[in-house]
């Protein structure tokens, strides 16, 4: 009796153990990252932070980076990141430098590693974001989007990476298949949360615009300058958007057959809309994106079609889309800023045979 009585104890203790242990390691990063907290607030005005609601003017993007450092703690101690990021400055001022060099991006960008990835030094990351960016002969624009995103994303202390999805040869670009592409691969390198599908175009110009997802796929860009800063329509979906890995599989992810300009970004619209979700936006305040002035592409003509397969995407969203994705992954490079996707998606006519 005493002896059944003395193991019933000694089980007791050994559980109340390990449950101490589990909450210990929990505990601890809770407990510095309160330290940290009140280190953060107390010291914001005298480490000479950007305030965000100082509104009248828009600051520098690489105003906040250089108050980024590397505390002595291995990386298992560091608390999580506050719940808003004390590097925000608000409105940022888009203008696009001379003669930028990529090598000057990479100069300004030090903690960004190979492939385009980041992790703050500072504090564990509670969002982990994929930038994928639709891409071919716009190394201008892709040149100007690295200099403003890099930035941008550190001070919204984001575990991220950047993709570039280059569309290869010379047949009729397609957006959203390339975003496909993106999604896939992307998902291959990391558990990303968050993936957020990107024109190389469009610089975002205020850093309240956090990259991360809601409960909704969020349509970004809602305030673009070529469209006044306003929705050119409701159900307006292209630009910038963020889905969630369940999201983009529970709508099936975007249509492989819009080939040439238009017509895909409503397509998406509506298989939000038919998956049974809803479309969640930042404010018009925060949504704010200037688009670099450009012409029509070559080999990205208008989609004379797309009007007909508008009015089809309740008949065939079930059917194309990442279940129906084919293409030939012809590189990956893992550059200093970005890791770049080298790809064959075919044509309208389907892949060609491999030679
Ligand atoms: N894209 C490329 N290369 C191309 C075509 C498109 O990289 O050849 C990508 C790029 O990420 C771009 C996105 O696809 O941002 C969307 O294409 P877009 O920028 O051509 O779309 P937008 O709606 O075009 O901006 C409007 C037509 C521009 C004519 C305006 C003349 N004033
Ligand atoms: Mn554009």
Same mark, same amino acid.
């Given at each position: 009796?005493?002896?059944?009585?003395?193991?019933?104890?000694?089980?007791?203790?050994?559980?109340?153990?390990?449950?101490?242990?589990?909450?210990?390691?929990?505990?601890?990063?809770?407990?510095?990252?309160?330290?940290?907290?009140?280190?953060?607030?107390?010291?914001?005005?005298?480490?000479?932070?950007?305030?965000?609601?100082?509104?009248?003017?828009?600051?520098?993007?690489?105003?906040?980076?250089?108050?980024?450092?590397?505390?002595?703690?291995?990386?298992?101690?560091?608390?999580?990141?506050?719940?808003?990021?004390?590097?925000?400055?608000?409105?940022?001022?888009?203008?696009?430098?001379?003669?930028?060099?990529?090598?000057?991006?990479?100069?300004?960008?030090?903690?960004?590693?190979?492939?385009?990835?980041?992790?703050?030094?500072?504090?564990?990351?509670?969002?982990?974001?994929?930038?994928?960016?639709?891409?071919?002969?716009?190394?201008?624009?892709?040149?100007?989007?690295?200099?403003?995103?890099?930035?941008?994303?550190?001070?919204?202390?984001?575990?991220?990476?950047?993709?570039?999805?280059?569309?290869?040869?010379?047949?009729?670009?397609?957006?959203?298949?390339?975003?496909?592409?993106?999604?896939?691969?992307?998902?291959?390198?990391?558990?990303?949360?968050?993936?957020?599908?990107?024109?190389?175009?469009?610089?975002?110009?205020?850093?309240?615009?956090?990259?991360?997802?809601?409960?909704?796929?969020?349509?970004?860009?809602?305030?673009?300058?070529?469209?006044?800063?306003?929705?050119?329509?409701?159900?307006?979906?292209?630009?910038?958007?963020?889905?969630?890995?369940?999201?983009?599989?529970?709508?099936?992810?975007?249509?492989?057959?819009?080939?040439?300009?238009?017509?895909?970004?409503?397509?998406?619209?509506?298989?939000?809309?038919?998956?049974?979700? #809803? @479309? !969640?936006?930042?404010?018009?305040?925060?949504?704010?994106?200037?688009?670099?002035?450009? $012409?029509? %592409? +070559? &080999?990205?003509?208008?989609?004379?079609?797309?009007?007909?397969?508008?009015?089809?995407?309740?008949?065939?969203?079930?059917?194309?889309?990442?279940?129906?994705?084919?293409?030939? #992954? @012809? !590189?990956?490079?893992?550059?200093?800023?970005?890791?770049?996707?080298?790809?064959?998606? $075919?044509? %309208? +006519? &389907?892949?060609?045979?491999?030679?």
């Amino acid at each position: 009796m005493v002896i059944s009585k003395g193991r019933y104890l000694l089980l007791f203790l050994c559980v109340q153990l390990v449950v101490m242990a589990l909450l210990y390691r929990e505990g601890y990063r809770k407990r510095v990252a309160y330290f940290f907290g009140i280190f953060y607030k107390g010291g914001s005005a005298s480490m000479g932070l950007i305030n965000p609601h100082n509104l009248s003017q828009a600051g520098d993007v690489y105003a906040n980076l250089s108050l980024i450092s590397k505390p002595s703690l291995r990386e298992e101690e560091l608390p999580y990141c506050p719940e808003t990021s004390p590097f925000l400055g608000g409105p940022i001022r888009v203008k696009l430098p001379e003669n930028l060099l990529l090598e000057e991006v990479e100069r300004k960008n030090p903690y960004v590693t190979k492939g385009g990835r980041y992790k703050p030094p500072d504090c564990e990351s509670t969002h982990k974001t994929a930038v994928i960016i639709p891409h071919r002969n716009r190394e201008q624009h892709l040149k100007y989007l690295l200099y403003y995103l890099h930035p941008f994303l550190q001070r919204q202390q984001l575990n991220y990476g950047i993709y570039i999805i280059h569309q290869a040869g010379n047949f009729t670009f397609n957006r959203a298949k390339l975003l496909n592409v993106g999604f896939k691969e992307a998902m291959k390198d990391e558990d990303w949360d968050c993936l957020f599908f990107h024109d190389v175009d469009l610089i975002p110009e205020d850093d309240r615009n956090i990259y991360i997802c809601d409960r909704f796929p969020k349509h970004a860009s809602i305030a673009m300058d070529k469209f006044g800063y306003k929705l050119p329509y409701k159900s307006y979906f292209g630009g910038v958007s963020a889905l969630s890995p369940e999201q983009y599989m529970k709508m099936n992810g975007f249509p492989n057959n819009y080939w040439g300009w238009g017509g895909e970004d409503d397509d998406i619209g509506i298989r939000v809309a038919l998956s049974g979700m #809803l @479309i !969640s936006r930042p404010s018009v305040q925060y949504g704010r994106y200037k688009m670099i002035k450009h $012409g029509h %592409d +070559k &080999g990205n003509e208008q989609n004379p079609k797309r009007f007909n397969m508008l009015t089809k995407t309740r008949r065939t969203w079930k059917q194309d889309g990442m279940n129906a994705l084919q293409y030939i #992954l @012809i !590189s990956k490079e893992l550059q200093p800023l970005y890791t770049n996707i080298t790809v064959d998606i $075919g044509t %309208d +006519k &389907g892949l060609r045979p491999h030679t």
